[in-house]
């Protein structure tokens, strides 16, 4: 009995550190996905060059980028990955625009069929016809670290620049899902209005099937370096006790381990993989309590995340 609890229990971890996946394309001399996780780009419009830049943001290091012409970019076949990113996910982005007057497009999830989407317009944020940010935080010629991220549940909609909210809104139509062509297009304009678009480069795509918390997104900002060549930093592991375990009506989470300044993000996922609660606070009390009101009886994986440190604990709750 014991053996076979193991195994499923070994089943159910595999299960849940799945749910959350991210598509890594680095551009290092290829349209690969790095870990052979996802189909390749596609180019779209003439064929760009892989070049040697400066990233002036990260210390003036060099690495390869895309470099690509006006109205050209690339595509990823979100078919091909079987469907990868629905109606939840993150798209973030390291590129630098060449022109910024009027409209320049950043992100078209309709297959060039419609003129919505993410634009750069005159360095301000836009999603075309909804929003368009205050600030005009993009520099032509600089590099941009570029986020979108949208909820299923609440259908809200965050565009980031250096890990600052710029646009948000609610997006009750599904402009910024994927149509049933099945692909993501960067760079690239549609056809309705013509050329809305720049030259530039890109030095990093990466695609989440989840929508990345304000904390990761500021945690990848500060590590930019990291981030773009794809060096990271190792996880260090860290116990959390849980009590009483199993739990009737709530269980404490000890985060003692944790830096007591900083937040810390706790998730809950159920048997089935499902994220089914999260929180996000600062450790400083040492200790948080979640209560089980509404979650069905069983075996739960309690994920608690703080820049490099995770900690993964099991809760039985009756």
């Known amino acids: 009995m014991r053996k076979i609890t193991l195994i499923v229990l070994f089943v159910f971890s595999v299960v849940l550190v799945s749910a959350q ?36 943001e990260i210390n003036h290091n ?23 990113m629905g109606e939840e996910y993150s798209i973030e982005l390291y590129f630098v625009f060449d022109e910024l007057t009027s409209w320049k497009r950043v992100i078209d999830w309709k297959n060039r069929q419609s003129d919505k989407g993410a634009y750069i317009y005159y360095g301000q944020l836009n999603f075309y016809n909804i929003v368009t ?27 980031y620049t250096d890990a600052m909210v710029m646009v948000t809104f609610t997006d009750d139509l599904n402009d910024a899902v994927i149509s049933d062509d099945g692909v993501l297009n960067f760079f690239h304009d549609d056809l309705v209005v013509k050329d809305e678009a720049s030259p530039g480069a890109v030095a990093m795509i990466k695609l989440y099937n989840y929508a990345l918390s304000q904390e990761e997104i500021t945690a990848n900002w500060e590590d930019i370096g990291g981030q773009v060549f794809g060096i990271k930093e190792p996880k260090v592991r860290v116990p959390v006790l849980v009590y009483p375990n199993p739990a009737v009506y709530g269980f404490v989470a000890d985060l003692s381990g944790f830096d007591q300044a900083k937040p810390v993000e706790l998730m809950l996922y159920n048997e089935a993989g499902r994220l089914v609660y999260v929180t996000r606070e600062t450790a400083g009390a040492g200790r948080t309590e979640i209560g089980t009101a509404g979650l069905s009886p069983g075996l739960y994986l309690l994920k608690t995340v703080q820049g490099n440190k995770e900690a993964v604990s099991r809760i039985v709750i009756r």
Do not use: D, H
């Open 21 to 56: 996946q991210m598509l890594y394309y680095n551009l290092e001399n290829t349209l690969n996905e790095v870990n052979g996780n996802g189909p390749e780009l596609t180019v779209l419009g003439t064929q760009g060059q892989f070049v040697v830049e400066e990233l002036s």
């Open 133 to 159: 940010s205050g600030e005009a935080p993009v520099e032509q010629g600089e590099y941009t670290y570029y986020v979108v991220t949208r909820k299923a549940a609440s259908k809200e909609v965050l565009i």
């Open 62 to 84: 060099t690495k390869t980028v895309y470099r690509f012409e006006k109205n050209s970019g690339l595509q990823f076949n979100n078919t091909a990955a079987s469907n990868f």
